[in-house]
C-alpha cells in the first residue's frame, strides 16, 4: 500500500493550490483528478481568459449560512497575493468592469504556472483516477481503480455540481455523509432563469437584447446587463440575483436605473408623441414595443392621465416577474450551498468530526459572486488548508 502525507481528491484552482502550498513545507503531496487533464474549470472560464480573481474581494461579496466564516481565509491569502504569482509568472493581465481580472491572453497560461509550481514542490499529480472507497482507522485508506493508497491528511476539492459536462459530481458531499458531516442545501448559483411561455411569450422573439437594469431579490440588488434568451433571462445581472433568488420568488427589474422617469414622462405629457417613441430614447425599439403591448400597447403621450403615467412609471421602474425555475447545473457557474461551514475550521478547513479531513474550494458552503469571487475563494481556502496539512 502506497503511503503519503497528504492525497488531495481534484486537480482544480484549489486542489492545485492545496498542493502548491503543502509541497512548500516539504509534505509528500499526492493530487488524483478523474478527468484526464487538470484545471478544466480554469480553462473554460472567462471564454478561456479566466476570470482568476476580483480586485474588490471581500467577505461580504460570498453567500454562505455562515459569513463570518470565509473571512480568515479571504484575509490570509488575498487577491493580492495571488496577483503577485501571476505577476512572477510574467502573466499578463488586464481589469475589465468592476474589478474582474482576466488573463490577456489564454487561462492556459495560469495551469502552466500551477502546474510549474507544484513540479517546484514535487508534487504527484495522477489523472484519469477513480475513488472506489475511503476507510478511515489510524489513516485514510483508498481504493482506486488501480492502486491501493495510505494517507494521514486527505483534502477534498472536489467541486460542486455545475457545468457537468466537465466531469462534476457529488463525490465529494458524499463524502461528506459518509463521515457524518452536516450539507447545507443545494441549488445551482450563477444561473439564467426561466419563465412560463405565459408570461415570457411577448418576449420569445427578442433573444439577444441586452439592458442595463437593476435586478432585486431578497434585500439584494446588482446594477448590471440583462440579457433575454429563448427561455427567459440570463446577463450578469441575473446571474448575480439567481444565487440569491429562491423557487416561488418573484424579483423585480428596474428597467430604467439612474432615470427619474416620473418626470421625463410629465415632460412629455401635452405631447401627441406615442408613449414608446419617448421610451426608445432609453430603451431598445423592439423590447419596449413588446413590453408595453402586454400592457394594452402605446398611446399618445396627451390621452394618459397623471395616474397612468404613475402606474407607468411604477411598472418601468418595479417590474415584477417570478420565474418557473432555472437552466439548472448545465448552465449554472457554480453551487450554491454545501459542506456546512459550522462543521470546518475556519482557519484549516479541517472537519471537527474528522480530524484530517479537509474541504476546499466549492463543495464548502461558500458561493461568490460573479466575476473572479470564486476562484479567489479557491485560491484562498486552498492556501488555508496547505498551511495546516
Known amino acids: 500500500m502506497n503511503q503519503t502525507d497528504v492525497i488531495i481528491i481534484g ?10 502550498e503543502a509541497g512548500k513545507r516539504g509534505r509528500r503531496v499526492l493530487v488524483l483528478e478523474h478527468n484526464s487533464s487538470v484545471g478544466e474549470k480554469i480553462r473554460i472560464s472567462g471564454g478561456g481568459r479566466c476570470n482568476f480573481t476580483n480586485l ?22 488575498t487577491q493580492t497575493d495571488f496577483i503577485s504569482l501571476v505577476q512572477k509568472y510574467n502573466i499578463p493581465y488586464h481589469e475589465r468592469k468592476l474589478g474582474q481580472l482576466f488573463c490577456d491572453a489564454s487561462a492556459e497560461q495560469l495551469i502552466r504556472m500551477l502546474l510549474e509550481e507544484c513540479r517546484i514542490a514535487n508534487i504527484r499529480i495522477d489523472t484519469g483516477v477513480h475513488i472506489l472507497k475511503i476507510m478511515k482507522q489510524d489513516a485514510f485508506q483508498l481504493t482506486t481503480n488501480n492502486q491501493q493508497l495510505t494517507t494521514s491528511s486527505l483534502v477534498i ?30 441549488k445551482p448559483g450563477l444561473v439564467p432563469l426561466k419563465f412560463s411561455s405565459k408570461d415570457f411569450e411577448a418576449f420569445r422573439d ?28 440570463s ?14 420568488d418573484s424579483f423585480s427589474v428596474n428597467l430604467l436605473p439612474g432615470i427619474d422617469v416620473l418626470n421625463v414622462l410629465i415632460e412629455n405629457h401635452q405631447s401627441k408623441k406615442q408613449l414608446a417613441t419617448i421610451l426608445e430614447q432609453f430603451l431598445p425599439s423592439r423590447f419596449i414595443r413588446a413590453w408595453l403591448e402586454q400592457r394594452g400597447g402605446s398611446k399618445p ?14 411598472a418601468l421602474t418595479s417590474w415584477q416577474l417570478t420565474p418557473t425555475g432555472t437552466e439548472g447545473y448545465e448552465k449554472a457557474e457554480v453551487t450554491v450551498g454545501g459542506i456546512d461551514t459550522h462543521e470546518l475550521s475556519s482557519k484549516t478547513m479541517e472537519a471537527k468530526k474528522a480530524p484530517g479531513l479537509y474541504f476546499i474550494g466549492e463543495v464548502v458552503d461558500v458561493t461568490g459572486w460573479l466575476g473572479g469571487y470564486n476562484f479567489q475563494w479557491a485560491w484562498s481556502s486552498g492556501w488555508a488548508a496547505g498551511q495546516a496539512v
Not at 161 to 179: H, R
Open 206 to 233: 427578442l433573444s439577444g437584447v441586452s439592458i442595463e437594469a437593476e435586478v432585486a431579490c431578497n434585500e439584494m440588488s446588482f446594477r448590471e446587463n440583462i440579457l433575454l434568451t429563448h427561455r427567459g433571462l
Open 235 to 248: 446577463g450578469p445581472a441575473i446571474l448575480q440575483i439567481s444565487s440569491y433568488w429562491n423557487k416561488g
Open 301 to 314: 403621450m396627451n390621452q394618459y392621465s397623471l395616474s397612468d403615467l404613475r402606474t407607468i412609471t411604477k
Open 56 to 77: 474588490n474581494a471581500s467577505p461580504a461579496r460570498y453567500i454562505s449560512q455562515n459569513p463570518h466564516f470565509s473571512k480568515s481565509a479571504l484575509a490570509r491569502y
Open 157 to 186: 476539492a472536489t467541486g460542486g455540481l455545475s457545468i457537468p459536462k466537465l466531469g462534476a459530481t457529488p463525490f465529494g458531499f458524499k463524502i461528506a455523509e459518509q463521515f457524518g458531516i452536516n450539507i447545507i442545501p443545494l
Open 11 to 20: 486537480a482544480g484552482a484549489a486542489g492545485l493550490m492545496c498542493a502548491i
